[in-house]
């Protein structure tokens, strides 16, 4: 299967696939723990970026070389397109209770966190850019 292939046949399904290694790989259900940590994340986030154009999603599809994945929160820093399916420039990534690596993105910022971590580390990470 193709990447093409993929997003074509992912936008069909009732739940959500990562695209990894050629193949779709199904989405693990989360724990309240995980999306606590999330919705914190992204409630610390958002007003950091207000007021830059930056915007902060959650669970959003990201293209990495020829793979899918879906972090918990991205930054993107492109233009706002209602209807995108992806960030048009990714500028940070957060993942949480996924360690992977994202160095196909070369300057995207990324950080793993753990459930049980302090979600203020985001802001330690997050450049004076947001400022």
């Known amino acids: 299967m193709t990447i093409d292939e993929f997003l074509a046949w992912e936008v069909q399904q009732p ?3 990562e695209f990894l ?3 779709p ?3 693990e259900g989360s724990t309240q723990g995980r999306s ?3 919705s914190d994340i992204a409630a610390i986030l958002r007003p950091t970026v ?6 902060v ?3 959003f599809r990201v293209r990495v070389g020829d793979e899918v994945r879906y972090p918990a929160v991205v930054i993107d820093a492109g ?3 209602a209807d995108a399916l992806e960030p048009s420039q990714p500028y940070a990534v957060i993942d949480v209770d996924r360690p992977r690596d994202w160095s196909a993105l070369p300057d995207v910022r990324y950080l793993s966190l753990k459930t049980g971590d302090d979600p203020e580390e985001v802001l330690t990470f ?3 850019r947001t400022k």
């Open 15 to 17: 739940g959500r696939y």
């Open 21 to 23: 290694d050629g193949q």
């Open 25 to 27: 790989v199904p989405l």
């Open 36 to 38: 606590l940590l999330i």
């Open 50 to 55: 207000r007021g830059t154009g930056m915007r």
């Open 57 to 59: 999603l959650i669970n």
């Open 79 to 81: 233009p706002y397109v």
């Open 126 to 128: 997050i450049s004076a």
